[in-house]
């Protein structure tokens, strides 16, 4: 059963990297050329790279899980895929909603409250997906600390098997431990 599940997500992550791959490739090829970008390439060569990790940091991972290697990834292997996902998939919906924001207000009519942010909306497109990558950085930071590899594993009872790592579920201290984490760190 398993080796149709590793089938199946081998085949959508090549689909996905030679999808990423193409749409890189053809950004580059025009930016060499000195084509002048549209004002939504810049949030699509950010989802590219956003999308791009998500497929490595999860597809990778859960293939080899598939085909039943085990152990493959070490403590620290474990706490950077999974923390790299979890950012990754949280800029991809970021930049997403960015994307369909920043469309929304170029086809509002020219008589609109909308034109009006038509020309501030360019200029803000670099800083908030700046600021989208710190903000779910800080939101994630704690994840790591939760994770371990299957090695390290120790008690079973409080724990949560994630097929090649495994997640300590949270308790009352380690809630606490987040949100004061959350609400005192600065974002810069």
């Known amino acids: 059963m398993d080796v149709k599940f590793a089938v199946i997500f081998l085949f959508q992550i090549v689909v996905g990297i030679l999808g990423n791959f193409s749409l890189f490739c053809h ?10 970008s549209k004002s939504t390439d810049w949030l699509l060569k950010h989802l ?15 293939i080899m899980a598939a085909f039943e290697l085990r152990y493959f990834l070490t403590n620290f292997g474990c706490k950077v895929v999974f923390f ?33 942010m038509r020309g501030k909306a360019l200029k803000y ?11 779910n950085i800080k939101l994630n930071i704690m994840i790591p600390g939760y994770i371990s590899d299957k090695w390290n ?11 090649y790592c495994s ?10 431990l987040n949100l004061f984490c959350l609400t005192n760190f600065p974002a810069f």
């Not at 800029?91 to 369909?100: A, E, K, P, Q």
Request: charged share 20%; aromatic share 8%.
């Open 153 to 163: 594993n120790r008690n079973t009872s409080e724990t949560m098997d994630c097929r």
């Open 48 to 62: 590219i790279l956003t999308n791009s990790l998500v497929i490595l940091s999860r597809g990778i991972p859960e």
């Open 167 to 176: 997640s300590n579920l949270e308790t009352k201290d380690t809630k606490l």
């Open 125 to 135: 497109i670099g800083s908030s997906n700046i600021l989208c990558w710190i903000l």
């Open 84 to 116: 790299a996902h979890r950012v990754s998939r949280c800029v991809s919906i970021g930049t997403t909603c960015f994307l369909s924001a920043f469309q929304a207000i170029t086809i509002s009519l020219w008589n609109s409250r909308w034109a009006v």
């Open 27 to 36: 950004y580059v090829s025009l930016d060499f050329r000195g084509y002048r």
